[in-house]
């Protein structure tokens, strides 16, 4: 038997095959694939960011505890993702320049997907001259962009100016996420929109399509 708090604490203490073994047992005592990631494993790694915050835990156990709970993932996202679903807009996702953080943005994915959209997931640290030449090459409907340090944030507006720049603003919407990021952020570069959290991005993308 395994529940919420033994899986987060096997998240904190990046137990990779523990992780996946409560994740199993979640899943066959019938526990939601939602509940799991987020009481179980986000929870966990909320506690890894308050203790790497104060101190208490360095980069290689984060590393650690962030593999642990990518590993969880990949076993709760086949019973999310609808993939039979016939995709209703095509979101392009990526983490700014510069930012190397993709644990929130591949959650963020992971939803959208499972929302019946499809994503195209470009990675972390991708410059504004990779997202330009990937929406010419992909046409989504959304441009999302995730960043999780105040120091990136000012690369989501050099991708907004560019993309007016090559007169391609008006073809697609833009949304930003991610801890430093705010409403009020989104409407001082000119964004479409912003999501607190992964579920709040699903809603939010369907929201710009059902407006398109
Ligand atoms: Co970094 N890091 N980190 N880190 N790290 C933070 C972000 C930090 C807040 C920690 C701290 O000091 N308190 C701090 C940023 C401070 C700031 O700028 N305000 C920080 C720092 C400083 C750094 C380094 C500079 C540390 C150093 O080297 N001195 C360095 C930078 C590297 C770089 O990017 N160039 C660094 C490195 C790392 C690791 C590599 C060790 C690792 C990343 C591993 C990885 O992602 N593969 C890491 C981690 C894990 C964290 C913390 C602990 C956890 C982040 C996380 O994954 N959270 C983080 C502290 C914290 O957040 N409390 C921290 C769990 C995740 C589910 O939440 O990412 O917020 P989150 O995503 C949420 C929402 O934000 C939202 O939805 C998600 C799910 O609900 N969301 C979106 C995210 N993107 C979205 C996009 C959307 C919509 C919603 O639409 C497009």
Redesign the pocket.
């Known amino acids: 038997m395994s529940n919420y708090a033994d899986l987060a604490k096997s998240v904190i203490e990046g137990q990779k095959d523990k992780v996946k073994e409560h994740v199993q047992n979640l899943i066959t005592a019938g526990n939601s694939p939602l509940e799991i990631v987020n009481e179980g494993l986000?929870a966990g790694?909320?506690v890894?960011?308050?203790r790497?915050?104060a101190g208490d835990m360095y980069?290689p156990e984060?590393?650690m505890a962030?593999k642990s709970m990518s590993g969880g993932l990949e076993i709760v996202k086949p019973l999310i993702a609808k993939a039979d679903q016939k995709s209703q807009g095509k979101i392009l996702?990526g983490t700014v320049k510069?930012?190397?953080?993709?644990?929130?943005?591949n959650?963020?994915g992971m939803l959208i997907e499972s929302g019946g959209l499809e994503v195209i997931n470009m990675g972390v640290d991708i410059s504004a001259e990779d997202f330009i030449d990937a929406v010419i090459e992909h046409e989504p409907d959304i441009v999302?962009?995730?960043a999780?340090?105040?120091?990136?944030m000012p690369a989501m507006q050099d991708i907004i100016e560019l993309l007016e720049e090559e007169e391609l603003r008006d073809k697609v919407k833009v949304?930003?996420?991610?801890?430093?990021v705010s409403q009020e952020y989104a409407d001082t570069i000119g964004a479409d929109g912003y999501?607190?959290?992964?579920?709040?991005?699903v809603e939010l993308c369907k929201r710009l399509l059902a407006s398109k």
């Open positions: 986000i790694m909320n890894v960011g308050i790497f915050k980069v984060v590393l962030a996702l510069g930012d190397l953080h993709d644990i929130g943005k959650l963020v999302a962009l995730s999780l340090l105040t120091t990136t949304i930003i996420g991610g801890a430093p999501a607190p959290d992964a579920g709040s991005a």
